[in-house]
């Protein structure tokens, strides 16, 4: 949570294929995307459409 704070926004992204890490007691698989975004937006107080857009957009950027 800490570091979700600090970290630039244009430098966060997500993990969606982490199958030895556990995330609420269940394995880290893309369904559970939707709550890790919503996690980001609450912890960094924006709103969740705001925090997806600027998560794809630094995806797209590391594909360009």
Known sequence: RNIIKLLPRE???IETD???TNYLNEP????????IV???AEIRNT?????EKQLWSNF???LS
Do not use: H
């Open 11 to 13: 430098r966060l992204l």
């Open 18 to 20: 982490g199958p030895f």
């Open 28 to 35: 880290c698989t893309p369904s559970i995307s939707p709550r």
């Open 38 to 40: 919503a996690a980001i």
């Open 47 to 51: 709103s969740l459409i705001e925090t």
């Open 60 to 62: 797209s950027a590391i």
